[in-house]
């Protein structure tokens, strides 16, 4: 009896431990996009560099979690939940000391790898230590740490930044990844599927060389021009990868991806779930900030507390939205939940650059509350895709789609906002409006009036204004077709990828579970 009350308590502590490592993912990229305008200024670079900074950290993390999945449920989730920690940390001290903007981006990737490790075997682990409903409460509360990270991470970061300068927005992180490092080390028991038959390296390099080469191709783009020869050869390049990828995983017995998991609706649709975040939220967290403190001269501080509005809801919406399944099926939350996001995107277009910063605040707050709806039941939606054998390739599917999006649509995002602004700048900027519309968009305007003296400060704000607003309203458009397709899908699907039958009603109960374990009830 003693040895399973210890038992018991040493689960929480696992808990407590995946709970602070899954805090510090969001930091990890809110930070430093508060902190950009201050990088830039210390490290000096080009647009190109800097985008690298986020992008470097979301292209490893989203391409190496299937593989850090597979890693783990072959040589243990321990021991690569302890080792992507203590790579994470590493790299994450080590940020705060890089000389140049090169070593920074590469610490950043390498930095990247580890936080893929440490939330694969972290997320797999946890799908061990919990059966049923407490294993939906124990993800409740890993997604509600996240929430928190999302929530407070801009306004921590720019106090930071203010206070003691940039290298200061990783002390937070190495703290939290110590934390969860220590309680991982003493309470996490080792365990691996026993049918594992190891990584699939050919597949796994396949799907990093693919998304390296798109994300690459999609950055050097507006600086290049897309008919660059480097440009197209990257292009081409992924897409001869993600065809490599697509045999490899055909071919071998136990894909690191497995394809035949598309043949189910609900399976696509909840993949579509986790990438919707990507365009309507996550990206505003970059490029919102940058507005904020590069182009309209707030502060680290005050650009922070703008954020809050938009990422509060995290913290208690997600909740909600588990009550609200008692009434209305998953589908149609999610899909009014993106609604509501549409509309406070193209809410937020009808605001100028230099608005009055509290005239932003209720569409950012609509934008965050219409994303924390179908945020909350994404993980109950998607807890029945792969048996529970195969939790790290499970962790690794969803993780992947949503942080692999994440990666590709900040990518594209910002190379649509310096086309546009580039040609918003017109015949003022002449041939170099691509690089002074790179580095607007970085929130460098001293840099881009370099190129064209006689282009007043009022011109390329109107151009980088009309711009954004001219993006908002494009990812409104996309917000509103990707709610109709995931509704339909995630609506219409019956069968579970394995094959077995998922009825509505329990899939309710299991939500219901997640949000009341998050608000402290433990009826069920």
Avoid at 452 to 481: E, K
Wanted: net charge neutral.
């Amino acid at each position: 009896m003693r040895e399973k009350v210890r038992n018991g308590r040493a689960r929480w502590f696992v808990l407590v431990s995946v709970c602070c490592a899954s805090a510090t993912m969001p930091l990890t990229f809110t930070g430093p996009a508060v902190a950009l305008p201050a990088i830039s200024r210390s490290l000096g670079a080009d647009p190109v560099a800097l985008n690298w900074v986020t992008n470097a950290f979301m292209l490893t993390f989203g391409s190496s979690l299937m593989a850090t999945g597979a890693v783990a449920d072959s040589f243990g989730r321990k021991r690569v939940f302890l080792g992507g920690l203590a790579t994470f940390l590493l790299f994450s001290a080590a940020l705060a000391f890089a000389g140049n903007i090169v070593w920074f981006d590469v610490l950043r990737a390498l930095q990247g790898i580890g936080a893929a490790a440490a939330f694969s075997g972290g997320m797999a682990s946890l799908a061990q230590e919990f059966e049923e409903n407490e294993r939906l409460r124990a993800f409740s509360l890993v997604g509600a740490s996240f929430g928190v990270g999302l929530a407070f991470g801009p306004i921590a970061s720019g106090l930071m930044v203010e206070a003691f300068g940039w290298p200061a927005i990783f002390v937070l992180v190495v703290l939290l990844a110590g934390l969860a490092l220590a309680l991982g080390a003493v309470f996490l028991r080792e365990t691996r599927d026993p049918d594992a038959s190891g990584l699939d390296w050919k597949g796994a390099a396949s799907f990093t060389a693919a998304l390296t080469a798109l994300t690459f191709g999609i950055l050097q783009a507006p600086e290049s021009g897309w008919s660059h020869p480097i440009v197209i050869a990257m292009l081409v390049a992924s897409v001869l990868f993600f065809l490599a990828f697509w045999r490899i995983e055909r071919s071998v017995a136990r894909p690191m991806l497995d394809l035949t998991l598309f043949r189910y609706p609900r399976f696509v649709g909840v993949q579509l779930l986790a990438a919707a975040p990507a365009y309507g939220f996550v990206v505003l967290l970059i490029l919102l900030p940058v507005r904020f403190i590069g182009i309209e001269g707030m502060s680290a501080v005050a650009g922070g507390q703008m954020m809050i509005a938009m990422s509060a809801p995290l913290l208690i919406v997600p909740i909600a939205a588990g009550f609200l399944t008692r009434w209305f099926t998953p589908a149609a939350i999610c899909g009014a939940g993106l609604l509501l996001s549409a509309t406070g995107l193209c809410w937020l277009g009808r605001f100028p650059v230099g608005s009055e910063p509290a005239m932003l605040l209720a569409p950012l707050l609509l934008i965050g509350l219409g994303i924390s709806l179908p945020w909350g039941l994404m993980d109950g939606l998607a807890v029945s895709v792969v048996p529970k054998e195969r939790a790290g390739m499970a962790t690794g599917i969803f993780s992947t789609t949503r942080v692999a999006g994440e990666g590709v649509a900040l990518a594209i995002v910002t190379a649509i906002l310096s086309a546009l602004t580039a040609s918003n700048l017109g015949g003022e900027a002449g041939p170099n409006a691509a690089a002074m519309a790179q580095r607007i968009v970085t929130g460098n305007l001293a840099d881009a009036g370099l190129f064209a003296p006689q282009a007043s400060h009022a011109a390329l704000l109107q151009a980088y204004g009309d711009a954004f607003s001219a993006l908002l309203w494009l990812l409104t458009g996309i917000t509103v077709a990707t709610a109709a397709v995931v509704t339909l899908f995630i609506g219409r699907g019956s069968k579970a990828a394995d094959g077995g039958e998922v009825e509505a009603a329990p899939l309710a109960l299991e939500v219901i579970a997640c949000a009341e374990s998050g608000s402290g009830r433990t009826r069920l």
